[in-house]
C-alpha cells in the first residue's frame, strides 16, 4: 500500500474524492467552510508535486437527479481561494474526460455534484423494496454503478480518497472506484489517515485505563456502539437521556424523562455483560432535572432513580460530575460520544462543558483523548476546546460505525479489511 506523504504526484493526474458537502445559505454562499479547509493538505500536496487535482464530491440529497441548488458550481469561488488556484469546473460528473485531459500539471478542476447520478449510491430508484422487480433492478443499477465509478476512474491515474465522512457507504466514488486502480495508484489522504489512526488509537492501540464516555439521547442509536466499547474499555460513563432508560429499567421512578421502552430489556443486558467482562459501568446517580423541556425551566436536582411526574432529567448534577471526573482524569485513553446532557440550552450545557473540561484536562497529563461522531463535536467546539483534545473526528456517521467495529468500505477498498 502507498501513503500519500511518499508518493510523488509529478506529472499525474490524481482523482481525489473529498467531502465538500458544506453548508450554503439562501443564495449559494458557503457558510461554513470546515470541510473545503479539512481537504487542503492532500490537495495541496498533489499540486506542489506537479500533478493535476480532479476533485470530486457529493452534496445534499439530491437522489440521483439534478438539482441547480445542490450544484458544486457554488463553491467554486470558495475552493479556488482556499486552494490558491482557479478551479475549473465540469458541469456534468460523468462526461468530463475532455476537462479531465486537457487538465496541465498544476491544475485543479471540480466535477458537478456525483449525487445527480442515481449510480453514485447505486440504489435503484423510483421502484420500491417490496416490488418483486425491486432484485433485478438492484442488479442492474449494480452494473451500471460500475460503469459509472470506471468512467470516473478512467479521468486519473491515481485514486485518493479523503472523504470520511461517505467512508461508511459504498459509493461508486468512495469504495468501487477503487478496483480500477492498481495498489500503487490509490491511496487514503491525509484527513482520512488522520481519522483512521485516530480509531486505531483507541480501538486497537489503546493505553490503559481506557475510558468511553457516551451520552446522547437514545439507546437505541448508540446499542452498537456500547456493545462493541465493552470488550474494549475499562469504563464506561453512560450519561445523558440514554441513562433514564436505564434507570427505568432498574425500577427507578424517571418522571417525565426522555427513555425507550423497548430498550428496556437490552439496557439490563448491557449491564450483565458489563459485569462478566470486568467493565465498571457509571450511569449517573443524581440528575438536574427541568418542569418544563425548555431552557427557562425551573430546576431541581433528584436522585437517578426518583424523579417526580412533572420533571425530566435535562443536565448532569455535580454528584455524577464528581464521580466522573476522577474517572476520566485517571485514564490513558478517552472516546467520547454525546453529551451528557441538553446542551443545547445553556442552562442545562454545565455538565456536557464539564466533561469537555475534565477530557482537556486529561489529554494535557498525557491521555489520548478522542472526541467523535455527532453532538459531543459540537459541544467540544461550543466550549472552546477543541483544539485540547487529541483529536476530533470530522465524520458523525463514519465514526459511529466504525466505534460500533464496522468495517469501513471507504477504507477498506484501500487499504483492504484488516
Ligand atoms: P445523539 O445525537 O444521540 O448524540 O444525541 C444528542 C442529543 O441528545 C442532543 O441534542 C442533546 O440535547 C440530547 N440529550 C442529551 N441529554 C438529554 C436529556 N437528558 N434529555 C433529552 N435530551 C438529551
Known amino acids: 500500500m ?17 467531502d465538500f458537502n458544506v453548508p450554503l445559505d439562501e443564495n449559494g454562499k458557503v457558510t461554513d467552510d470546515t470541510r473545503i479547509r479539512g481537504a487542503l493538505p492532500t490537495l495541496k500536496k498533489v499540486l506542489a508535486d506537479g500533478g493535476a487535482v480532479i476533485m470530486m464530491s457529493h452534496m445534499g440529497k439530491p437522489k440521483g437527479k439534478v438539482n441547480p441548488k445542490l450544484s458544486l458550481s457554488q463553491i467554486v469561488p470558495n475552493v479556488s481561494e482556499r486552494l490558491g488556484v482557479e478551479v475549473k469546473f465540469a458541469d456534468d ?7 479531465a485531459a486537457a ?8 466535477l458537478e455534484n456525483l449525487r445527480f447520478y442515481p449510480e453514485e449510491e447505486g440504489k435503484p430508484v423510483g421502484i420500491d423494496k417490496a416490488d418483486p422487480a425491486y432484485d433485478e433492478a438492484k442488479k442492474a443499477m449494480k452494473a451500471s454503478q460500475k460503469e459509472f465509478a470506471k468512467t470516473l476512474a478512467s479521468y486519473a491515474d491515481v485514486y485518493v480518497n479523503d472523504a470520511f465522512g461517505t467512508a461508511h457507504r459504498k ?5 468501487v472506484i477503487a478496483d480500477y486502480f492498481d495498489e500503487n495508484s490509490k491511496m487514503l489522504g491525509y484527513l482520512m489517515e488522520k481519522e483512521v489512526t485516530a480509531i486505531d488509537n483507541v480501538l486497537k492501540n489503546a493505553q490503559h485505563p481506557f475510558t468511553a464516555i457516551i451520552g446522547g439521547s437514545k439507546v437505541s442509536s448508540k446499542l452498537g456502539v456500547i456493545k462493541n466499547l465493552l470488550d474494549k474499555v475499562d469504563n464506561l460513563i453512560i450519561g445523558g437521556g440514554m441513562g433514564f432508560t436505564f434507570f427505568k429499567a432498574q425500577g427507578g421512578s424517571i418522571g417525565d424523562s426522555l427513555h425507550e421502552d423497548d430498550l428496556m430489556p437490552e439496557a439490563l443486558n448491557v449491564l450483565k455483560a458489563a459485569e462478566e467482562k470486568g467493565v465498571k459501568i457509571s450511569l449517573s446517580v443524581a440528575t438536574v432535572a427541568g418542569n418544563k423541556f425548555s431552557n427557562d425551566a425551573e430546576q431541581k436536582i ?3 432513580h426518583s424523579i417526580p411526574d412533572g420533571w425530566e432529567g435535562m443536565d448532569a448534577s455535580p454528584a455524577s460530575l464528581k464521580i466522573w471526573k476522577e474517572i476520566i482524569l485517571n485514564s490513558k485513553t478517552i472516546l467520547w460520544n454525546g453529551p451528557v446532557g441538553v446542551f443545547e440550552f445553556p442552562n442545562f450545557a454545565k455538565g456536557t462543558g464539564e466533561i469537555a473540561k475534565y477530557v482537556a484536562e486529561a489529554t494535557q497529563n498525557g ?3 478522542l472526541v467523535g461522531g455527532g453532538d459531543s463535536v459540537a459541544a467540544v467546539n461550543k466550549f472552546g476546546l477543541a483544539d485540547q483534545v487529541s483529536y476530533v473526528s470530522t465524520g458523525g456517521g463514519a ?10 468500505p471507504g477504507v477498506a477498498a484501500i487499504v483492504g479489511e484488516k
Request: charged share 25%.
Open 2 to 18: 502507498v501513503t500519500i506523504d511518499k508518493f510523488n504526484f509529478n506529472g499525474k493526474k490524481a482523482i481525489v474524492r473529498v
Open 93 to 99: 460528473c460523468g462526461k468530463a474526460a475532455e476537462a
Open 103 to 110: 487538465l496541465q500539471p498544476g491544475e485543479a478542476l471540480l
Open 171 to 175: 459509493h461508486a466514488s468512495t469504495a
Open 302 to 304: 433528584f436522585e437517578t
Open 367 to 369: 491521555a489520548y483523548s
Open 399 to 408: 465514526m459511529l460505525e466504525a466505534i460500533e467495529g464496522k468495517i469501513l
